[in-house]
């Protein structure tokens, strides 16, 4: 039998309240590395400025793991229709990570 409203518990409620925060910052943060990767190329192509352009993917890269690791911290798991619909691309998928600089420890 579903919980009612008055039956929830309130730190229960408040918890998943901010998990919920969390996941929309995180897609909010991932949608908008996508948008400046696709502006970079859409003025400048890819192979200009190559130094920047890779540091947009690793980025979009470390964006694209940290709402993938909340997505599953909650149990919705991400599969390959999320990715597609997200619009993130194979480069991105596989710069997923912390984007660590060049000689970074």
Known sequence: MPESTRDVDPLRYEIMQE???????????????????????????????????????GAAGEALWYYVVQREVLGFGVGENLLRELGVPREVRLRMGLNRAPGAP
């Open 19 to 57: 998990q919920a925060a969390v996941l929309a910052r995180l897609g909010t943060a991932l949608h908008t590395a996508l948008q400046k990767l696709a502006a970079f190329d859409a003025v400048r192509g890819a192979g200009e400025r190559p130094g920047e352009r890779d540091a947009l993917v």
